[in-house]
């Protein structure tokens, strides 16, 4: 026998219901969509100022081992910095020359500022001048010792110094009349720089002049002179790159693209030497992105050195500060 069951009808959504649905799942979407185009833009906004920092963290990174061993183990004051440098008369070593014919400035101390000139006004009435570019004469630790008894050495003696171990011959070499910094050298506790005249055959041994009387202390360590260059080409143009150049031993090489701009300015009271960068990010926009002052970078107002071409960029402005301790 069969029996039959009466079936209740079912019942739909009503269009009440499916629009207000619509309506949350409308809301949801463009919700969701604002915040994934957020998410992007902050990602895209961060990872470019990333990249832009990266690059000033590495141009600060190569001129901070120059700058703290600006001058050490030569005189800081220009007369006296002039002097030391040339050696001799037959032939005369002269590396200032060298050195100015390198630059074209008349560079006479360790920490030398030329180029292009801003002075700019303090809150206080002091003055602050900036330079587009910049020259370090230092010198680089070699962990080699001076032999035997301390040196007293005077302009007319030629010594023979005998070392712990070999100079490198990619960093020292004997000096001849057209000058460059690796015929150079001098050593911890001295304050005069030394010209290499001779070098033995297993490089252990050196022949050195020098310009004035000095002391060489026993187990002195031999120190490489140096001389650095740098600076931006094309500040604020369309393709600006960060140079350094190992001035009279190679040319200037590249050492970061995207740095739009340096200033270099150095206080001669405290001997702080202050690197100012306005770095690029790697997105250059159909339209100025950056209007305004660059937060951090000391040029603002109508002194502001911000081209048009920077402001097509997202802009970062860094800078950091040393103690020249020589």
Same mark, same amino acid.
């Given at each position: 026998?069969?029996?039959?069951?009466?079936?209740?009808?079912?019942?739909?959504?009503?269009?009440?219901?499916?629009?207000?649905?619509?309506?949350?799942? /409308? !809301?949801?979407?463009?919700?969701?969509?604002? +915040?994934?185009?957020?998410?992007?833009?902050?990602?895209?906004?961060?990872?470019?100022?990333?990249?832009?920092?990266?690059?000033?963290?590495?141009?600060? $990174?190569?001129?901070?081992?120059?700058?703290?061993?600006?001058?050490?183990?030569?005189?800081?004051?220009?007369?006296?910095?002039?002097?030391?440098?040339?050696?001799?008369?037959?032939?005369?070593?002269?590396? !200032?020359?060298? +050195?100015?014919?390198?630059?074209?400035?008349?560079?006479?101390?360790?920490?030398?500022?030329?180029?292009?000139?801003?002075?700019?006004?303090?809150?206080?009435?002091?003055?602050?001048?900036?330079?587009?570019?910049?020259?370090?004469?230092?010198?680089? $630790?070699? %962990?080699?010792?001076?032999?035997?008894?301390?040196?007293?050495?005077?302009?007319?003696?030629?010594?023979?110094?005998?070392?712990?171990?070999?100079?490198?011959?990619?960093?020292?070499?004997?000096?001849?009349?057209?000058?460059?910094?690796?015929?150079?050298?001098?050593?911890? %506790?001295?304050?005069?720089?030394?010209?290499?005249?001779?070098?033995?055959?297993?490089?252990?041994?050196?022949?050195?002049?020098? /310009?004035?009387?000095?002391?060489?202390?026993?187990?002195?360590?031999?120190?490489?002179?140096?001389?650095?260059?740098?600076?931006?080409? /094309?500040?604020? %143009?369309?393709?600006?790159?960060?140079?350094?150049?190992?001035?009279?031993?190679?040319?200037?090489?590249?050492?970061?693209?995207?740095?739009?701009?340096?200033?270099?300015?150095?206080?001669?009271? /405290?001997?702080?030497?202050?690197?100012?960068? +306005?770095?690029?990010?790697?997105?250059?926009?159909? %339209?100025?992105?950056?209007?305004?002052?660059?937060?951090?970078?000391? +040029?603002?107002?109508?002194?502001?050195?911000?081209?048009?071409?920077?402001?097509?960029?997202?802009?970062?402005?860094?800078?950091?500060?040393?103690?020249?301790?020589?």
């Amino acid at each position: 026998m069969l029996i039959r069951r009466q079936l209740k009808p079912r019942r739909g959504f009503t269009l009440t219901e499916v629009l207000i649905a619509v309506v949350i799942l /409308s !809301i949801v979407s463009i919700a969701a969509t604002g +915040l994934f185009f957020a998410f992007t833009k902050h990602f895209e906004q961060s990872s470019d100022l990333t990249a832009a920092r990266q690059r000033g963290e590495m141009v600060l $990174s190569r001129l901070e081992t120059a700058v703290l061993q600006a001058g050490l183990s030569m005189p800081n004051k220009t007369s006296d910095f002039e002097k030391v440098f040339v050696v001799g008369t037959s032939p005369k070593i002269d590396l !200032i020359t060298a +050195l100015r014919t390198a630059t074209g400035s008349v560079w006479n101390e360790p920490v030398y500022l030329y180029g292009e000139k801003f002075s700019v006004t303090n809150a206080d009435g002091s003055e602050t001048e900036y330079f587009r570019k910049m020259g370090i004469v230092y010198c680089l $630790s070699s %962990g080699i010792g001076v032999l035997e008894d301390e040196h007293d050495i005077d302009v007319n003696k030629q010594p023979v110094l005998k070392l712990s171990a070999a100079c490198p011959d990619n960093q020292v070499k004997a000096a001849t009349s057209a000058a460059t910094t690796d015929g150079w050298v001098t050593f911890s %506790g001295c304050q005069t720089p030394f010209v290499v005249k001779e070098i033995s055959t297993d490089r252990k041994e050196l022949t050195v002049m020098i /310009s004035k009387r000095d002391l060489i202390p026993f187990f002195a360590e031999l120190q490489y002179v140096r001389a650095l260059c740098a600076y931006v080409d /094309s500040p604020g %143009g369309t393709s600006p790159h960060f140079y350094v150049e190992d001035v009279t031993r190679s040319p200037a090489q590249p050492v970061s693209e995207g740095v739009s701009q340096v200033l270099f300015s150095f206080d001669d009271d /405290s001997n702080v030497l202050t690197v100012h960068l +306005l770095v690029r990010g790697n997105r250059k926009f159909p %339209g100025e992105v950056t209007s305004g002052d660059v937060p951090g970078w000391p +040029l603002t107002g109508t002194d502001t050195t911000v081209t048009s071409e920077d402001r097509h960029y997202r802009l970062v402005a860094m800078s950091a500060s040393w103690r020249v301790r020589n």
